[in-house]
């Protein structure tokens, strides 16, 4: 690890200038510029996308430079008009903030602000930038007026996820985001609502919004809004996620549906039959997309009880898993046994609905069972937590434990809300001594204090005990042997993700290792959580 | 209806003959033979299956011939050596009650004891019995002596599917007639359980009742036990089911798993790739088949509490559940909004898994969230009734109300644990006055009390408001100009599977109907539940 780039992180005050500074996960430091700085960069945009307009073509603005709209704003750079140009200017606008302003400077550089393995993003964002050169990125609010279509793709969470104490969500900076669309806008611009927002969003927050500002402003025409849910999978086919992947959308109004429709034809692929889904409304849009997320949390869910019997009774779950899920159409997403769920969707979407539900649309409806399977979801990690226990001979106190694995998908460099994090945090509270590692991730955001050891040897070599996190190919290819080379002393293992295979686990065991694995009641029947 | 039939059902005694009778449910009856009778009849299968063995084929024995037994019995017998001929004798036996001997003659005389629309099965029982003459039934024990594979289909059910206070099952009958086995199997027969059985089963039941049968009998030699679940579907693919879906199987040890797949490999299909999952015992056999239905009952509950908020917020669910379908391998096999679910598995097969946890494996592991679902699904035609409540104009005391639909799979004649015996129970408590109507249903098996109307007509033609229980197609075509015309007045319509199109709502809304549905909550949004 860099020493620089932590301290960098840790606060801006240490640096020599006066400007803040935004610092990007690579380490690079970005000063923010001042507002008169950002409009006098911004006047080469503006000038390059009214040119694009008067040949004919239209201007996307898209708000909010994140895990979806810096990837989105590349995608729709990529389509073309029928003469084969680039069919629009792209504008990419961040907020001039230490958090945000560093992704404005990538994306300008020709660098997605995103780590991902997918080759298409990486080549999409420079061509768009150093090729077509039809995509800028800015802070400069004047570009709102510029744009034909504005593609909202704003963060929105929830404060306090899994909390029984009621679900907060911060719907302020969401809300300002929208008032400046609507102070900025022209007036027959489509805005198309990305974000996942809690149910009755566009209709009873981005509406009336738009409307109020636009009326100060004297524009009294309807406004032109749709929500449209993206299917963003972070790994290797991320601008395939984006455009090759079904499209639910839904319009305020038959104007608004018939201009996100022809829009979203633009980029999405539609070779292979229409992939754009119209709903009746923006809230059966919204609702869906949380109901979508909900329900593969929910299986997730579900297979819980049934692994923590599995391994009570003695019977490998993944094998009858395996021999279950042939029956497709009906059990072939069967969800195997598992460490928990990470990522911003599917730990929080349960959440979001039940939010809009409640202080949105004034419904007494409770989703309660889908509410159950996210807080099952979140104790996930701490059965783990009870494996590590019940095998660590001397306890968790000074215990070297190497935690392998901190993303919460296996070879992608995604780490938000991944369930390592609930595992770290208990372990180090047990007073173990962790060396947490990952052959992908080099700095932790969302544990900053945690270093990531970069070696796995260094990892592993003076371990009492190693969990297996996440499913990493480098760890699955690891092996009974390699382990046993690797670590000073007969260990334990506890395998959370199925990466150990049965023969490994019983080389370990016969080496004088203490072996458990979530869902593998087999390996604790056959007695290797005991010394032979 | 047949009044002399419903007679007979309601008791022997009023007939003239002595011996006990066994009535058929097309009204057919059956004197029940004494065991001398059986015996003599009995003789004739036996010189034919000592025939068939001289001539190098197998003897199978299929012990019970209930819903799957007698579809097993016809599919095997069905089953061809390498030279055309039939590769089995196939015995059916069941027990000479009242109750189950209907199905011996039935069979004997080449008829499936199944009311299914499968042809297949109809011609695989004629042409079995009638001309490869190698399928009989019987009620004679001596038959067990003649079998090398004896395939246990014997009736397992669980006491009290739903209730709260405990689950109980009743496993002394199964465990009699796996004894009956025991005493009298040959040695180097092989047994196959197809059973659902709760887990522990095959191992901690069947396995030392045959050894402790076997070794009175002086056989000392290791049994020949696997466990092999079935997948029948009722319907019109019945006996596809049983030969073209996957099976998972598993053996006591290694050579009854040989033998247990070489066995099944004569009648799965294998044209397409080995259907044939061997795991690693018979407990992971038994477990799986309980999980496959937990998963699919899961998945039916999560959807529940959407479809009441659905109807709260007014938007339509199964609009919205379509568009989220798409996601095929994720999300292609979620549930629309329902009215409950019926049949022989998803609504007992949770309470087998944990009744065979804690009393067969002794476990204390708890299925909580797979039970809950269960719970869910038992009231969901509670649903339902409280829709009849809101849309009958004056209560439900004296409601003339035609409930539409009674088996619990569309277009199929099976009543098993129908939802609509839930919503007639609640309806009838609150003293309504139903015609029960059901296009393929003659006689209510469950609630023989309940006459069927079976003409359409007459159901609706004085009533008060109709529920549309069912998706059968009769009730797809009826469109509204056809349910204004046969009822007298403007009527109520409680849609539980979506059976109306938004139109025909919309037509009978405006014909002076109240029209409310399972799921639809546009129609609420848009006042249909209200009078015009």
Known sequence: MNPTNTDARRGTGELPEKRPVSIAPDGTVHPVPSGDDAR??????????????????????VQGLGFVGAAVAATIADAKAVDG??????????????????????????????D?????????????????????????????GLADVIVVDVHLDVAGRTSDNGIHVELEPFREAIRTV???????????????????????????????????????????????????????????????????????????SNQARAFL??????????????????????????????????????????????????????????????RTGT??????????????????????????????????AVLETTLDALRTNALMPMHAV???????????????????????????????????????????AEGAELRVHDPSVRTWLERADVPIVQDLEAALADADGVVLAVGHRAYRELGASSLTQLTAQPAFVVDAQNVLSDESARELHAAGWLVVGVGKGHWRRDGMHRRK
């Open 331 to 364: 059990h072939d997403n069967m969800r195997y046994p598992g460490f928990g769920v990470g990522g911003y969707c599917l730990t929080k979407d349960s959440l979001l609905a039940q939010w809009g539900v409640t202080h949105l649309l004034e419904s007494d």
């Open 85 to 114: 140009a680039p069919a629009y200017f792209v504008i990419g606008i961040d907020l001039p903030t230490p958090g945000s302003y560093w992704k404005v400077e990538k994306i300008n550089a020709g660098l997605a602000p995103i």
């Open 182 to 256: 609507g102070r900025l806008m022209r007036p027959d611009a489509l805005v198309v609502v990305e974000t996942t927002v809690p149910p009755g969003t566009c209709e009873n927050v981005v509406l009336p919004v738009l409307r109020e500002e636009r009326l100060r402003r004297g524009i009294e025409e309807p406004v032109l809004l749709a929500h449209a849910y993206e299917r963003v999978m972070p790994g290797p086919n991320y601008v395939s996620s984006i455009r090759s992947y079904p499209r639910t959308y839904s319009g305020v109004d038959e104007r608004s």
């Open 386 to 428: 009870e494996l590590v226990k019940e095998v660590a001979p001397n306890g968790l106190g000074g215990a070297r434990i190497a935690v392998c694995g901190v993303s919460y998908v296996p070879d992608v460099a995604d780490t938000r809300n991944s369930p390592t994090e609930a595992l770290v945090d208990a372990l180090l």
């Open 40 to 61: 006098s960069a911004f006047e080469e945009i503006a000038l390059k996308a009214e040119e694009h307009r008067r040949r004919g073509g239209q201007v996307v603005l």
């Open 116 to 144: 991902s393995t997918d080759p298409v993003l990486a080549r999409l964002t420079h061509d768009a930038v150093h090729e077509t050169a039809n995509l800028r990125a800015t802070t400069c609010r004047d570009a709102y």
């Open 265 to 326: 034809a633009t980029f999405v692929d539609s070779s292979n039959g229409d992939l754009l889904w119209r709903l009746e409304n923006p809230l059966s849009s919204e609702l869906g997309k949380l109901l979508e997320n909900s329900y593969r949390a929910a299986n997730i869910a579900f297979i819980h009880e049934w692994t923590l019997l599995a391994e009570k009774i003695g019977v490998n779950l993944f094998e009858i898993i395996d021999s279950i899920r042939v």
